[in-house]
């Protein structure tokens, strides 16, 4: 198979660039917590207590309600493979924590991949929307048109005073998690990140690098997310999120001109240093991976690279993670060839954009 | 010495592993330790994540903290007890939020920015529910206007109350 053919079948609809203030905002993505009233919470359940799960899943998918929203596929974890497994995780469509729960985690795939529903996880349900760009309440629309059609056949564990009951108490009441991914390189270079990122832990929403341990943060990417649950509407949830948002936009669009403006030879030196890396190097790990895709992005975004789609960052950043490459590749792969593998990947991707150009 | 997983290379990673009192020795060359790599950062995470959840709900035995009246200490639906979830920071069942209910308020007013829930109701089930809150809000609008003296909007109050509280009866 071709590299671009690849590209049709395996990227989901998130992965393609689009939405609003899609120059920063990767994603937006709203995820609700359920659970079945009278059935012990994952972490006490036994085989058939999931099985219960699975099955009522499985029928409420097959009701008018939900197929009017579109088709499900139904996917036990026991009959993924280790390695098809580790590709849903690569595309945020299961959790890491659902793809180990081999023996009684599921997970439920409408075929454009915008919405899945994880079973057996941490909670009986969680149902998720990803959207391309800054979408949040259309990803919220989403989800809660899904929630209220399998409510019309599964019976939630719900509480007068505390709302919808989750196995953990950080997400009973609401159980939404909304989050955007950002890339903030002008924030990162100027310096002003950490300043930035504590004023928004202040007000109660929680910062976390995409790929980096602690607050590092490889590729210059964020998750922003709210952390309370309890005590606001979804409504309000993801009102304050995206005011938040829309100034961390704002900042960083500040700090992309500021750069410019005063350093625009050394900005300029970095992003082509870093396009030329990508375009002939011979073995790319992962993180520098990232950073350069980064800095590559930035160029695009700030006319300073011209003729390779702005689409590459979101892109490539998914294609080259393990197991998209060994699945690409069709072989097992030591992380040594792995890092081969991904510079002949990038540099082909790269070609393609020049073919198109010509 | 040779690295224990290829037997190729010389070890020079060194480090002991230590799980529920399981004590394991490692000797690995640095791209066989490169490849666990990722394995051990995640591990890494989820303890970070779980010492902190299980400090927030140990809380209870810090200085300055006034105990919960005594709660059952097990769960009567799931059998859960009240140490167990400090532990996992799960609970067992939904049931739990009723059998550890007093122990639970003081850590949602830490955890969360309230204890009561105002968002989404279901449709279905929820029906009940949703009858009751508007209830309560009613039942307060009605103290409200005959403590003002609006004795016209409080009788229009009272038979919507009326209405309400009949069809929870059904």
Redesign the interface.
């Known amino acids: 198979m071709s590299l671009s053919d690849f590209l049709q079948t395996a990227m989901s609809r998130w992965m393609k660039d689009g939405g609003p203030e899609d120059d920063i905002i990767l994603t937006s993505r709203v995820r609700v917590a359920r659970n079945l009233e009278g059935i012990p919470f994952p972490v006490l359940q036994t085989d058939s207590h999931a099985n219960q799960v699975i099955e009522q899943v499985d029928r409420a998918l097959h009701t008018p309600a939900v197929t009017k929203l579109g088709q499900f596929e139904l996917l036990r974890c026991s009959q993924l493979s280790a390695l098809d497994r580790q590709v849903l995780v690569e595309k945020h469509l299961i959790s890491r924590d659902l793809a180990e729960q081999g023996r009684h985690g599921a997970v439920a795939i409408r075929t454009d991949e915008v919405v899945s529903i994880l079973v057996n996880e941490e909670d009986h349900l969680r149902i998720q929307c990803i959207l391309p760009g800054l979408r949040l309440n259309d990803a919220w629309s989403l989800a809660n048109q899904l929630d209220d059609a399998l409510e019309e056949s599964l019976t939630y564990a719900f509480h007068e005073r505390y709302g919808y009951l989750t196995a953990c108490p950080t997400n009973v009441g609401t159980g939404i998690r909304a989050s955007v991914m950002m890339h903030l390189p002008g924030l990162v270079l100027s310096g002003n990140i950490n300043r930035m990122l504590t004023a928004v832990s202040q007000v109660g929403l929680a910062v976390r690098g995409m790929y980096g341990e602690g607050s590092e943060s490889a590729g210059n990417l964020f998750q922003v997310s709210n952390q309370v649950t309890l005590g606001e509407s979804e409504e309000e949830i993801i009102g304050n999120l995206s005011g938040v948002v829309h100034q961390l936009i704002d900042h960083e669009r500040n700090a992309r001109r500021a750069l410019l403006y005063e350093s625009r030879e050394a900005l300029e030196d970095r992003v082509c240093r870093s396009f030329g890396i990508l375009a002939y190097a011979r073995r790319m790990d992962s993180k520098e991976t990232l950073q350069r895709l980064s800095d590559v992005r930035l160029g695009i975004d700030l006319g300073i690279i011209k003729g390779v789609s702005a689409g590459i960052l979101k892109e490539l950043m998914i294609m080259t993670q393990p197991a998209f490459l060994q699945k690409y590749y069709k072989q097992e792969l030591t992380p040594a060839e792995r890092d081969v593998r991904r510079a002949a990947l990038i540099r082909e991707r790269l070609r393609l954009d020049d073919s198109e150009v010509r | 010495m040779l690295c224990q997983r290829c037997q190729q290379r010389p070890a020079t990673v060194h480090f002991t592993k230590i799980v529920n009192g399981d004590k394991s020795e490692y000797h690995l060359c640095e ?1 066989c330790a ?2 666990k790599g990722d394995l051990f ?2 591990a890494a ?1 989820a303890f970070h994540f779980n010492q902190l ?1 299980s400090g927030l709900l140990n809380m209870e035995s810090s200085p300055g903290f006034n105990a919960p009246p005594a709660t059952a200490n097990r769960c009567s639906r ?1 059998g ?1 007890t009240y140490s167990q979830f400090t532990k ?7 049931h739990c ?2 059998s550890f209910a007093p122990r ?1 308020e003081p ?2 007013r830490r ?16 029906e009940t ?1 949703k009858v ?2 508007n209830l309560e809000r009613l039942r307060r609008e009605l103290q409200e206007c005959i403590s003002t003296e609006r004795f016209e909007r409080a009788a229009q109050l009272r038979d919507q109350i009326r209405e309400l509280e009949q069809r929870l009866g059904e």
């Not at chain 2, 955890?111 to 929820?126: A, E, N, Y």
């Open positions: 791209s490169k490849e950062s995640k995470q959840l799931c859960m996992v920071g799960r609970f067992g069942c939904p939020y009723e639970l850590l949602l955890i969360q920015s309230s204890t009561s829930h105002t968002g989404k109701v279901p449709l279905r089930s929820g529910v009751k809150k």
